[in-house]
């Protein structure tokens, strides 16, 4: 007994060292991200940094999984990469998560898969994203960092926080308001009202600074030095000039000997095509118009501003000039303007005004500490109407297995099993086996009817799409954003391609759903799509698998800041703003569109007023449908009004507003009773669509609709009457 007890420790003595060896990760891995504070909604980036020991090549993938505790978000699979021994670090994106907990942490499972092994790290990595009940803004500073920045653009980057220009907290309220509203203002009285809003600097080296417009998106605003911009490469600079022209904002600080590469930059933000604003002279300084030490700009749907560096050095910017920089980059509406001019912040009394007229409407008798809680709260908020995407985009029928196969089948069945049993068995002298062969031949039939109806649901597959192209005054294509329903009969996976592209699930149930158009009660299933599975480089080329449950819709979209060609021949330059002030100007508009685009294309025109109550011009009477027919038709269910799910109060009317209107010019309380705009961020959310500032007079946007069989296509063309160029005056 003894000597087989050694005999056996002596074989695991031998094994062991192997089993070890098979079982030992030859590298360690920790994770570097540049904040802990990461934009709301905004793609994440970070660095698994490797330490690699291996004698030769130690090739495979990265695998990880994200979660929150029980909630999986995804699993991401790298694309292929070979380590030798030594240090690495690994880039990697993924696309905008937001948790619901107190420290905005997601957790990674990370693994090393190669041919023969796979290497499961034990530990748990943290990664910050954003948090669903709180908005944090991020101002990403270009710089090398290798010297301390001055004082004065340190005082300089600390205006352009968003809480430079917000009310100091605790607010105070006006309580002569509150009382005209509600009699028992004591709820008020004992809430610390806070905005709930933080701004975060991210330090990007000119070396990590983004190489596409995506990488942008984690960025509200960017900053670039001086000496950040000489470092810049002219991929780098592409990039940032694509995410300003998709809606980005921009501030240079200019020094007064550029190279060659920033001053293109520079002439390009600009955008003068019949003289160059920016120009160096013999000995390689910038000269310009001295009477100007910074322009503010209007590119595409973005904003940049380029202020020289002496300027901010030596104390030459007026306190117009100062205080206008963040009102413009922060893409303040117009009726702030007045405020702002006296006080250097932004008006929150717009905010409690519109909370209180809401909760009267709305909760005047269950009137509570947490609705109060929330009445300057600047996080996001689901637009209402968002479920006529779902209704527009659902399949008219699905792929059903054909009536004439199903009488077949049935014809059959029932000939087999009647005369065709009868003599057979009875030529055969066998009827008394008739119990036998009955529940053969029906068993039969019934997997001949499960396999044909299983190949007809594995191939009832719909996928449709909003496409929704951005276009600037010159009728350039500036961003493109792909809303898609994919919609299965059966249980399957689905793959979809992305390049230069980021890919957001979208959870359709929070956005709201209208029941007139309701046309499907199992869109409201409470199955859920499994968490996709990512499998490639993010956001450059990658695929999405996605298990889909049986008749339960999902939402995707793919936001690009490089569009692709638009599928049309018509031609956006030819249309003005003096054609849009006018009815006659307006109607020709239409009559182009509908020569060029087909008789069902919407046109709709939005105009700002000064009121803040935007003027809505709709042009969409097609010769073949009535306004009534159009009113309860499914194809044009994102150009109908929609009500609000709740009762109005004393009698108040209440505006109705579609969902083109919402994701067009915001009509919601929070953040968008401050700005006009964010910058891109291709969340899970319609937020970063809206563009139009309702209180400015000068804004226009020109809104085409074209429904279609397998794609419906948005054209949003935007127009400033009197851009706001390189004026260095006073708001006005």
């Not at 990880?64 to 999986?72: F, I, P, R, T, Y």
């Not at 249980?491 to 759903?513: A, D, R, V, W």
């Not at 060609?565 to 239409?590: A, C, H, M, Y």
Request: aromatic share 12%; hydrophobic share 35%; proline share 6%.
């Amino acid at each position: 007994m003894t000597r087989r007890i050694l005999l056996y420790l002596g074989f695991y003595l031998v094994i062991m060292p192997g089993v070890v060896s098979a079982q030992s990760i030859p590298m360690t891995v920790d994770l570097y991200q540049p904040t802990q504070f990461p934009k709301s909604d905004g793609p994440v980036s970070f660095v698994w940094q490797c330490s690699v020991s291996t004698s030769g090549l130690l090739e495979g993938h990265f695998f990880v999984s994200a979660h929150d505790g029980n909630e999986k978000y995804g699993q991401f699979r790298s694309h292929d990469v070979a380590l030798h021994s030594g240090f690495h670090e690994i880039p990697m994106v993924l696309p905008p998560f937001n948790v619901n907990n107190p420290y905005g942490e997601l957790k990674l499972k990370l693994s090393f898969v190669t041919k023969n092994n796979r290497y499961d790290f034990k530990k748990e990595y943290s990664l910050h994203v954003g948090r669903r009940f709180q908005r944090t803004f991020a101002v990403g500073v270009c710089d090398p960092f290798d010297v301390q920045l001055s004082s004065n653009i340190k005082k300089f980057l600390d205006k352009l926080k968003f809480e430079a220009i917000s009310p100091e907290e605790p607010i105070a309220l006006d309580q002569d308001l509150i009382n005209s509203y509600f009699p028992n203002r004591n709820l008020f009285n004992n809430q610390k009202i806070s905005l709930d809003v933080n701004t975060v600097s991210i330090h990007i080296p000119p070396p990590e600074f983004p190489q596409l417009p995506i990488g942008c998106h984690q960025y509200d605003l960017l900053v670039i030095t001086a000496r950040g911009l000489n470092r810049l490469e002219s991929r780098h600079l592409k990039a940032i000039h694509q995410w300003v022209r998709s809606g980005g904002s921009l501030c240079v600080i200019a020094g007064l000997t550029p190279g060659q590469l920033p001053l293109q930059f520079l002439n390009d933000l600009i955008g003068k095509k019949t003289d160059t604003p920016f120009l160096i002279n013999s000995e390689g300084n910038l000269e310009f118009d001295q009477e100007k030490q910074i322009w503010f700009q209007r590119t595409g749907w973005g904003r940049a501003v380029v202020v020289l560096e002496d300027a901010l050095d030596e104390n030459l910017l007026s306190s117009n000039e100062m205080s206008r920089i963040p009102f413009f980059l922060w893409k303040l509406k117009e009726s702030q303007k007045v405020y702002y001019q006296k006080e250097d912040k932004w008006d929150h009394h717009t905010l409690v005004e519109s909370f209180l007229k809401t909760q009267k409407q709305t909760n005047y008798n269950n009137l509570n500490a947490y609705s109060i809680n929330e009445m300057l709260s600047l996080n996001y908020r689901p637009i209402f109407t968002g479920g006529a995407v779902v209704t527009s985009l659902m399949p008219a029928e699905m792929r059903v297995v054909p009536s004439w196969i199903i009488m077949a089948v049935l014809l059959g069945y029932v000939l087999i099993i009647g005369p065709g049993e009868y003599f057979i068995l009875g030529k055969l002298r066998i009827r008394r086996f008739t119990w036998i062969t009955f529940p053969l031949i029906s068993i039969g039939f019934a997997l001949i009817a499960f396999i044909l109806s299983d190949y007809f649901m594995q191939t009832s597959y719909e996928r449709k799409t909003l496409v929704i192209y951005d276009l600037d005054a010159q009728g350039d294509p500036v961003k493109e954003n792909k809303i898609e329903l994919i919609f299965t009969g059966s249980y399957q996976q689905i793959e979809t391609k992305i390049k230069s592209g980021l890919f957001t699930p979208i959870n359709h149930t929070e956005l709201g759903m209208i029941p007139n158009y309701n046309m499907y009660v199992r869109n409201m299933s409470t199955a859920l799509v499994s968490p996709p599975f990512y499998s490639g480089s993010i956001p450059t080329q990658y695929s999405v698998f996605q298990l889909m449950p049986q008749w339960t819709p999902q939402l995707n979209r793919i936001i690009n800041n490089y569009p692709e060609e638009l599928p049309t021949s018509f031609d956006w330059s030819t249309i003005r703003v003096e054609q849009l002030n006018s009815g006659l100007g307006r109607q020709k508009i239409n009559k182009q569109i509908k020569i060029a685009l087909g008789n069902r294309a919407q046109l709709l025109i939005y105009k700002g007023v000064s009121n803040g109550q935007v003027k809505r011009f709709p042009l969409y009477q097609p010769d073949d449908h009535h306004p009534s027919q159009i009113r309860n038709s499914k194809a044009y269910a994102l150009l109908n009004p929609a009500f609000h799910n709740y009762q109005r109060y004393a009698g108040q009317q209440q505006v109705q507003h579609s969902f083109m209107d919402d994701i067009c010019v915001r009509n919601q309380m929070g953040l968008f009773q401050i700005i006009s705009q964010t910058s891109p961020s291709g969340g899970n959310n319609y937020e970063d669509l809206s563009i139009l500032d309702p209180s400015d007079p000068k804004q226009w946007l020109v809104v085409v609709y074209v429904p279609g069989k397998d794609q419906d296509t948005i054209y949003r063309q935007f127009f400033v009457a009197d851009n706001e160029t390189n004026s260095s005056k006073t708001l006005k």
